[in-house]
């Protein structure tokens, strides 16, 4: 199973995986980590270490988070020189967590869950269209 680190500024690591987790239920190799307003740059890489220490192969590890260029990507980024096997992805939300949730279990490569969990994100976003209703009122005679 491929080990997961949601990590997200504010607190929305914990929820988006507690959300997820709603609906394809809870997870093993999985954690999440917050960085929250005024922590230090070192704090969230303390944290970060801790809870890749709780995943059985912590240099293998998806790591999924908010924003590319935030301070959680950056981070993550410069901990690829210790930990070469963490692979980040950007844009989390529930489709994309949902997904790997379901397919992480078999026995995908990391590459191709990457591949449909970005697919999964962006078919995730839908704007839906309200037809517009006809009135009795608006109508000519």
Excluded: W
Aim: some cysteine; overall charge negative.
């Amino acid at each position: 199973m491929i080990p997961i680190l949601v990590c997200c500024h504010g607190g929305s690591a914990p929820k988006l995986v507690e959300t997820a987790e709603m609906i394809a239920g809870k997870q093993d190799e999985c954690e999440s980590v917050e960085f929250l307003m005024g922590e230090s740059l070192d704090k969230l890489k303390g944290d970060i270490k801790t809870k890749l220490s709780k995943l059985n192969n912590p240099n293998d590890v998806l790591c999924l988070v908010d924003l590319k260029g935030g301070t959680p990507f950056n981070v993550l980024v410069q901990m690829t020189e210790d930990y070469p096997g963490l692979d980040i992805v950007t844009g989390v939300n529930i489709p994309m967590l949902l997904q790997t949730f379901i397919q992480r279990p078999s026995s995908v490569s990391k590459e191709e869950l990457m591949n449909s969990i970005i697919d999964a994100a962006h078919k995730g976003i839908y704007e839906f269209e309200k037809e517009p209703s006809v009135n009795d009122s608006d109508e000519e005679f």
